[in-house]
């Protein structure tokens, strides 16, 4: 039985669900929308993201204007809503980006 909880415990640990996304069904991480002005910046970001091709945990569009669904995305220079920086590894979440059908 020890041998049989240890093992349970290793694989639950090992599956993807333990390091999933905490985004959540509403379209926020930690409180916040991901939908709006993004500033890109180098040092201290609200969340660090990498850019996939697949297995994707957002499916981000870039619009110009009406940022105001989940997963559009208007880059800025000034006035962001929140800011992300571009990480290869340890990320917040993983994003692709898309020409249609954005969002969870």
């Given at each position: 039985m020890k041998k049989f909880l240890?093992?349970?415990?290793f694989?639950?640990?090992?599956?993807g669900d333990v390091f999933?996304?905490?985004?959540?069904?509403?379209c926020t991480y930690n409180g916040v929308p991901l939908y709006g002005r993004v500033k890109v910046v180098?040092?201290?970001?609200?969340?660090k993201v990498k850019r996939v091709t697949s297995y994707a945990d957002l499916k981000v569009k870039e619009v110009t204007s009406f940022a105001n669904s989940c997963g559009r995305w208007q880059f800025v220079?000034?006035?962001p809503d929140f800011t992300?920086?571009?990480v290869d590894s340890f990320e917040d979440f993983k994003i692709?980006?898309?020409?249609?059908f954005e969002g969870l």
């Open positions: 240890i093992g349970f415990v694989l639950f640990l090992l599956s999933a996304s905490q985004i959540s069904q509403s180098n040092s201290f970001p609200d969340f220079d000034s006035f992300i920086k571009y692709k980006f898309v020409n249609s």
